[in-house]
């Protein structure tokens, strides 16, 4: 990975204004944040520069607007972080930016109006990046989660201001980079999720960059009908068969060990708990039976397989994990891998919102090396894609 300028490089901030590049697209209910976790991921970097004197000044979008409306005004954000933040932060609007931005004194923070009220700002339209760039001395991205987008906020006006990654920017790229950039080998990869098309690329770019493919939730179906087992009603994307057998060759050619459970639960229908639920060998699923979680010896022997790596990459549940007891298995190896994290024997790096639920409900996020709360960012970063956000503040 290239190198990329973090707070350590910067000087002397104080009386500078700082643009900070945040995420504040949170999940609202009754005019109230419901889940505060990305007001959060912002505190050490914005608190950092303030209390060095910057007068820290945050871009962020909200919502999908079409035109500015007051339903997507972070006005409407402005007071939760403050509690978030311990300190006070203003609400600046794009008609008078220039006048209160002004006014700010050194150590203050401000949220600047959604920045998808520009229209260009997602077509990364170099007018609006200027208009931003107009209000500060110097840039810093910290939304890794919006770094796969060239917008005017992420990429554009990088190339305007001297630019830093923020420190919750900079500690997933440090980790992105020991998973898979240049990670400690055996290093393993569990993909899950309910279908293989929403994961094909990123199959196809691990089968060359890991030595241990784990493949669960619906998308295993997929697979194990290709290898021509019955599934049963299990979700199964029949016609990527081929596609699916292309992948196995892949990584038979690459010496990538493929993981699909050899026992399974099942069940005559997908309700917790259900009166049909049995654990049987692939091959004995009935015709009328679906597919809902990998079974304990399966289970066990990816634990197995997983001591013997030094890295793991998680993206994806095993099985029908907000349904018990199609939970089990995601919640038994992610508690594997926690505990070999803690032993110091793994590096785990897990990302996708379906992961990070489940790592939840399993109660060992924490234990993991780094969670990332980004979706499509850690997606097209599994797919080997670069992302112009990150591209931008390399130099």
Same mark, same amino acid.
Request: hydrophobic share 45%; proline share 5%; glycine share 8%.
């Given at each position: 990975?290239?190198?990329?300028?973090?707070?350590?490089? %910067?000087?002397?901030?104080?009386?500078?204004?700082?643009?900070?590049?945040?995420?504040?697209?949170?999940?609202?209910?009754?005019?109230?944040?419901?889940?505060?976790?990305? %007001?959060?991921?912002? *505190?050490?970097?914005?608190?950092?520069?303030?209390?060095?004197?910057? *007068?820290?000044?945050?871009?962020?979008?909200?919502?999908? &607007?079409?035109?500015?409306?007051?339903?997507?005004?972070?006005?409407?954000?402005?007071?939760?972080?403050?509690?978030?933040?311990?300190? !006070?932060?203003?609400?600046?609007?794009?008609?008078?930016?220039?006048?209160?931005?002004?006014?700010?004194? &050194?150590?203050?923070?401000?949220?600047?109006?959604?920045?998808?009220?520009?229209?260009?700002?997602?077509?990364?339209?170099?007018?609006?990046?200027?208009?931003?760039?107009? %209000?500060?001395?110097?840039?810093?991205?910290?939304?890794?989660?919006?770094?796969?987008?060239?917008?005017?906020?992420?990429?554009?006006?990088?190339?305007?201001?001297?630019?830093?990654?923020?420190?919750?920017?900079?500690?997933?790229?440090?980790?992105?980079?020991?998973?898979?950039?240049?990670?400690?080998?055996?290093?393993?990869?569990?993909?899950?999720?309910?279908?293989?098309?929403?994961?094909?690329?990123?199959?196809?770019? %691990?089968?060359?960059?890991?030595?241990?493919?784990?493949?669960?939730?619906?998308?295993?179906?997929?697979?194990?009908?290709?290898?021509?087992?019955?599934?049963?009603?299990?979700?199964?994307?029949?016609?990527?068969?081929?596609?699916?057998?292309?992948?196995?060759?892949?990584?038979?050619?690459?010496?990538?060990?493929?993981?699909?459970?050899?026992?399974?639960?099942?069940?005559?229908?997908?309700? &917790?708990?259900? !009166?049909?639920?049995?654990?049987?060998?692939?091959?004995?699923?009935?015709?009328?039976?679906?597919?809902?979680?990998?079974? !304990?010896?399966?289970?066990?022997?990816?634990?197995?397989?997983?001591?013997?790596?030094?890295?793991?990459?998680?993206?994806? &549940?095993?099985?029908?994990?907000?349904?018990?007891?199609?939970?089990?298995?995601?919640?038994?190896?992610?508690?594997?891998?926690?505990?070999?994290?803690?032993?110091?024997?793994?590096?785990?790096?897990?990302?996708?919102?379906?992961?990070?639920?489940?790592?939840?409900?399993?109660?060992?996020?924490?234990?993991?090396?780094?969670?990332?709360?980004?979706?499509?960012?850690?997606?097209?970063?599994?797919?080997?894609?670069?992302?112009?956000?990150?591209?931008?503040?390399?130099?």
């Amino acid at each position: 990975m290239a190198r990329f300028k973090t707070l350590d490089d %910067l000087g002397d901030v104080r009386g500078k204004r700082a643009l900070v590049r945040v995420d504040l697209n949170v999940p609202m209910a009754d005019l109230k944040v419901t889940d505060d976790t990305r %007001l959060r991921a912002t *505190i050490p970097t914005v608190a950092e520069l303030a209390d060095k004197g910057a *007068i820290v000044l945050l871009l962020a979008h909200f919502g999908r &607007p079409k035109v500015p409306s007051p339903e997507f005004s972070l006005s409407l954000v402005t007071k939760a972080y403050e509690e978030v933040l311990g300190r !006070p932060v203003r609400y600046v609007d794009w008609e008078v930016a220039e006048e209160n931005v002004a006014m700010l004194q &050194p150590g203050d923070v401000a949220i600047l109006e959604n920045t998808r009220f520009f229209g260009g700002e997602e077509k990364n339209d170099p007018e609006v990046a200027r208009r931003f760039a107009s %209000l500060g001395d110097f840039y810093v991205n910290d939304a890794f989660s919006a770094a796969h987008r060239a917008h005017a906020s992420t990429e554009a006006i990088a190339h305007l201001l001297p630019a830093y990654a923020g420190r919750a920017m900079e500690a997933e790229l440090n980790a992105l980079q020991k998973a898979l950039g240049d990670p400690e080998r055996p290093v393993a990869a569990v993909v899950g999720g309910a279908k293989v098309s929403t994961k094909l690329e990123v199959l196809r770019h %691990l089968v060359a960059k890991v030595d241990h493919l784990i493949i669960g939730g619906g998308m295993a179906n997929t697979f194990l009908s290709a290898r021509g087992v019955s599934v049963g009603k299990s979700l199964c994307e029949h016609e990527l068969a081929g596609t699916a057998n292309e992948i196995l060759e892949a990584a038979d050619r690459a010496n990538c060990t493929v993981h699909l459970p050899y026992d399974v639960v099942v069940a005559k229908e997908f309700a &917790p708990n259900p !009166p049909s639920l049995r654990t049987c060998n692939v091959h004995e699923v009935a015709p009328d039976e679906m597919i809902l979680d990998v079974g !304990p010896a399966a289970v066990e022997a990816l634990a197995d397989a997983i001591k013997t790596c030094r890295t793991l990459v998680w993206n994806g &549940p095993l099985g029908a994990f907000e349904t018990p007891p199609f939970d089990r298995a995601t919640v038994q190896l992610a508690q594997t891998a926690a505990a070999l994290t803690q032993a110091g024997q793994l590096v785990s790096v897990a990302g996708g919102g379906d992961t990070v639920a489940a790592l939840n409900h399993a109660g060992v996020a924490s234990d993991f090396t780094f969670v990332s709360t980004a979706g499509g960012a850690f997606l097209e970063w599994m797919e080997g894609k670069e992302l112009p956000g990150v591209k931008a503040l390399e130099g």
